[in-house]
């Protein structure tokens, strides 16, 4: 269980908090700390067993606030929190924007004592999605950050309004089926058969840091079947293993599965899957797709072996 153990505040900047027994966030952070403001540090949050842990070192007890910390909760390890994670604290919720910060000396005698102030290193920044009241004592939930992904329908037509777009529709209800325990946030786009705009969207996502990018469209051979390439000249690798994989399952019984030029990619550490226009092609890809990206991201992410 998760708990807030101790709740602090100041009035000034580059002092040393007081504590107090409940608090208002509001959509600055807490209300009369002086770190509150239109800014993606509004709230700090500290864990107890950092604290426990630097007075085990140094053999020095602590005060609350002098970390200069807003919230410090018990129960959390906070070495595994991730930049985007959200903090539910009672009604009110935060989302990580930084951990650590550059050091810097100010007023606090913990840190003119032992030179070291652990907010430096384990220390979550936080900024206000939801306002409301805390007090201590209040259990916390935390929810890793949500799973962004984006789905780009290639097609002509279907960006002018001739045909309805059911590919991108599929791929978007796999996915929910598939993460239907975790929260994701899916974008949808539809854009002709056009390279400078697939680049555009493609470098957009991808700086933006979504997980995986999803295409559907322009895989065959016709003039206007763009994708794979500019998907491969975009991205830093290739997994050609996923879609050699499906080319050859599917095209044992319909050879025509053998044509399609779909490529599976990373960029930076976003995953990106160039899918054909077909409703069953895309059922069929997703089906393996989805067998094997779970421990993509966590390769991605360094937890995968």
Same mark, same amino acid.
């Given at each position: ?8 505040? #100041? ?8 504590? /107090?027994?409940?608090? =208002?966030?509001?959509?600055?952070? &807490? ?33 609350? $606030?002098? !970390? ?18 959200? &903090? ?18 100010? *007023?606090?005698?913990? @840190? ?21 009241? &805390? ?13 962004? %992904? ?7 037509? =279907? #960006? ?6 059911? #590919?991108?529709?599929? &791929? ?17 786009? =539809?854009?002709?058969? *056009? ?14 840091? /979504? ?19 500019? =998907?491969?000249? !975009? ?5 050609? $293993?996923?879609? *050699? ?5 599917? $095209? ?6 053998? @044509? ?8 930076? +550490? ?16 997703? *089906?393996?797709? %989805? +067998?094997?990206?779970?421990? %993509?991201?966590?390769? %991605?992410?360094?937890? $995968?072996?």
């Amino acid at each position: 269980m998760i708990t807030i153990k101790q709740i602090n505040i #100041s009035t000034e900047r580059g002092t040393a908090k007081f504590p /107090v027994e409940s608090a =208002v966030i509001n959509e600055n952070g &807490i209300e009369d700390d002086a770190h509150s403001g239109d800014w993606h540090r509004q709230i700090t949050i500290l864990a107890e067993e950092s604290v426990i842990k630097f007075e085990k070192e140094t053999g020095r007890r602590t005060k609350s $606030g002098e !970390f200069a910390t807003n919230i410090m909760i018990n129960g959390l390890d906070t070495s595994k929190v991730k930049i985007g994670d959200r &903090i539910i604290l009672n009604d009110a919720e935060v989302e990580v924007t930084q951990i650590g910060k550059e050091p810097h000396f100010y *007023d606090s005698p913990v @840190l003119k004592d032992t030179g070291r102030n652990i907010m430096f290193d384990e220390g979550l920044f936080a900024k206000v999605l939801k306002t409301g009241k &805390i007090k201590i004592g209040d259990k916390m939930d935390y929810i890793k950050r949500p799973l962004r %992904l984006c789905i780009i329908t290639l097609s002509d037509r =279907v #960006s002018q309004g001739i045909y309805e777009d059911r #590919s991108g529709p599929k &791929i978007k209800e796999r996915l929910l089926e598939h993460y239907s325990k975790i929260s994701t946030d899916i974008t949808v786009e =539809v854009i002709p058969d *056009d390279k400078n705009k697939l680049d555009t969207l493609l470098k957009r996502y991808t700086d933006d840091k /979504v997980d995986a990018i999803f295409t559907t469209g322009g895989t065959g051979v016709g003039p206007r079947d763009i994708t794979p390439d500019a =998907v491969t000249i !975009f991205a830093d690798k290739l997994i050609p $293993g996923i879609m *050699d994989h499906i080319r050859m399952k599917y $095209g044992k019984t319909i050879p025509n599965a053998l @044509l399609s030029r779909s490529v599976a990619a990373v960029k930076d +550490k976003t995953l990106i899957y160039t899918l054909p226009g077909s409703v069953k092609a895309v059922t069929e890809y997703m *089906d393996e797709i %989805l +067998k094997t990206i779970d421990h %993509l991201f966590k390769m %991605l992410n360094g937890e $995968g072996h």
